[in-house]
């Protein structure tokens, strides 16, 4: 039975394509791809990084990359079940079970407490409240508060940092992955000419391959580069304290 990388392999090897020729194409190393079509996972980027190379390589082969991301998932899956089952195991034995039970009878009786004090409580409030004469009360002296100033025009640099507004205009091939509020909006292999505009309200988390192939502007400012053509930037983390570190 072959394997996922042993699939790909044969795919690149149909349409005569060598693997030195996918890694000029992307600027993905060569280790990486190796150890893509013997299927040594363990040896590739982070889970996300690994989703970038296997689309860009289907890609390159003319494949469709959805069907080979979906196949990618499945070999991966059965180990993800295994892990599921021995941790399952685990919290099943007769000492886990024990301290399960232990512990729900210890919140059943903190809630049980703090009902009941709760009760009492709102009781005293109420006795209070029923025994309390208004007559006997002091009475508020009146006081005459000075007029009270306009606010201030609210500062426009303020209303603009309560977002983050990232355009990219890409001028060379440029594999690009970018988190807004830490959901994924943008992870694709850009080609010159193209352009991309995501907002958020906090932050932005960027990885590239190729950090030279683009310009961009934060809130219609410019950015300073990233990077040098060909050259592969992980974890750019930018925010709304410290991204005018970012503009030229």
């Known amino acids: 039975m072959t394997t996922f990388g042993q699939d790909l392999k044969r795919e690149r090897e149909l349409r005569g394509i060598s693997l030195k020729e996918i890694a000029d194409f992307s600027k993905i190393s060569l ?8 299927n040594q996972l363990d040896i590739l980027p982070g889970k996300f990084f690994t989703r970038g190379i296997i689309r860009t390589y289907a ?15 499945e070999t991966i899956h059965p180990q993800n079940q295994m892990n599921k089952v021995k941790v399952s195991k685990k919290e099943s034995t007769p000492e886990a079970l024990k301290k399960k039970r232990k512990l729900i009878s210890f919140s059943i009786f903190v809630i049980f407490i703090l009902v009941i004090l709760l009760s009492l409580f709102f009781l ?3 006795k209070k409240g029923s025994s309390l004469d208004i007559t006997s009360l002091p009475q508020p002296a009146i006081k005459l508060m000075p007029e009270e100033m306009p606010p201030p025009f609210p500062d426009p640099r303020e209303e ?17 992955q970018v988190y807004a509020d830490g959901k994924i909006e943008l992870d694709e292999l ?9 907002r958020a309200s906090e932050n932005l ?13 934060i809130n219609n400012r410019q950015g300073k580069p990233f990077g040098k053509s060909g050259e592969n930037i992980n974890y750019i983390r930018i925010n709304l304290d410290n991204f005018e570190e970012f503009l030229k």
Do not use: D
Request: glycine share 6%; charged share 25%; proline share 2%.
């Open 31 to 38: 280790r990486f791809l190796r150890a893509l079509e013997e």
């Open 59 to 73: 890609k390159y082969l003319g494949l469709e990359e959805e069907t080979v991301l979906n196949q990618y998932c």
């Open 124 to 126: 005293l409030q109420k």
């Open 160 to 176: 603009e940092m309560k977002e983050l507004h990232l355009k990219l205009i890409f001028h060379q091939e440029t594999w690009i």
């Open 190 to 198: 850009m080609s010159p000419g193209q352009q991309a505009e995501i």
């Open 205 to 217: 988390l960027i990885n590239l391959r190729n950090a030279g192939g683009l310009t961009y502007f």
